[in-house]
């Protein structure tokens, strides 16, 4: 991935941060995420006062493309920390990992786990996600 994609992804990230729903945890998180086709979908997440139905930045962004007919991902950029901090390293959860899974090729799906557009972490699905289970296995 060009350098320059890479810290788009991460400021639209940063961005998508600010409208992060987390009154219980205090933590907020956003991600971008880039599709096959080069359009960037963000999200944030969303908390909730029962718990259980709070969502992840990263499926928010997610759903958001899925339910406008993009399923095809290639890189999704995440940026976190706790209220006030700039932005800390936030890797995804193992449920965003597995629903990764469903969408992306996990040798290919960049993941870029960003503090700022300058200090950044980058993985591939495969390596967040060794051995996963994926719709491949029901063939
Ligand atoms: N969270 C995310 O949105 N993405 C991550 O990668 C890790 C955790 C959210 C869930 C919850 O709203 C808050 O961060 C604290 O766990």
New binding site residues.
């Given amino acids: 991935m060009q350098k320059e994609q890479i810290v788009t992804l991460i400021e639209q990230a940063k961005a998508a941060r600010e409208f992060?729903y987390?009154p219980?945890?205090g933590?907020?998180?956003g991600?971008a995420l880039l599709t096959a086709e080069g359009e960037i979908y963000t999200g944030?997440?969303?908390?909730n006062a029962a718990y259980g139905p709070?969502?992840?930045?990263?499926?928010?962004a997610i759903f958001k493309a899925v339910s406008e007919g993009k399923k095809e991902f290639s890189a999704i950029a995440?940026v976190?920390g706790k209220k006030g901090s700039a932005g800390d390293y936030?890797?995804?959860?193992g449920v965003?990992r597995q629903v990764m899974m469903e969408f992306c090729d996990p040798e290919k799906m960049q993941i870029i786990v960003a503090k700022s557009a300058e200090e950044y972490k980058h993985f591939t699905l495969a390596q967040l996600m060794p051995e996963g289970f994926g719709a491949a296995n029901l063939e």
Avoid at 90 to 93: D, F, I, L, Q
């Fill in positions: 992060s987390s219980y945890s933590y907020m998180v991600a944030c997440n969303i908390e709070s969502n992840c930045a990263e499926r928010t995440i976190g936030a890797a995804p959860c965003c």
